[in-house]
């Protein structure tokens, strides 16, 4: 019998892995870290728990959405205004 939140846990290593190609530190640095954090809860089989971890992934995904969105932000505002003196 498969586990139904398998397809939920590959769901969320393929988004943080997508996610992953710009972070700052490099692609291959977070996939690394992607693959490791992985392989530590591997061998997880409670529901109960597997569904916190999968809400920690998807909040680790809303971070890396809001540092990218910042980042954007401040590369629009460094072309379009001038710098403020101080």
């Given at each position: 019998m498969a586990n139904p939140l398998r397809g939920e846990v590959?769901?969320?290593?393929?988004?943080?892995?997508?996610?992953?190609r710009e972070y700052p530190k490099g692609a291959a640095y977070f996939r690394d870290r992607l693959k490791?954090?992985?392989?530590?809860?591997?061998?997880?089989?409670?529901?109960?728990?597997?569904?916190?971890?999968v809400a920690?992934?998807?909040?680790?995904i809303k971070?890396?959405?809001?540092?990218?969105?910042?980042?954007k932000y401040r590369t629009m505002k460094k072309r379009y205004y001038e710098p403020e003196k101080q």
């Open positions: 590959i769901r969320l290593y393929k988004n943080l892995l997508y996610l992953g490791s954090s992985f392989m530590k809860n591997k061998d997880v089989t409670d529901p109960d728990q597997i569904k916190q971890l920690r992934g998807d909040f680790v971070e890396l959405e809001a540092l990218y969105f910042l980042r």
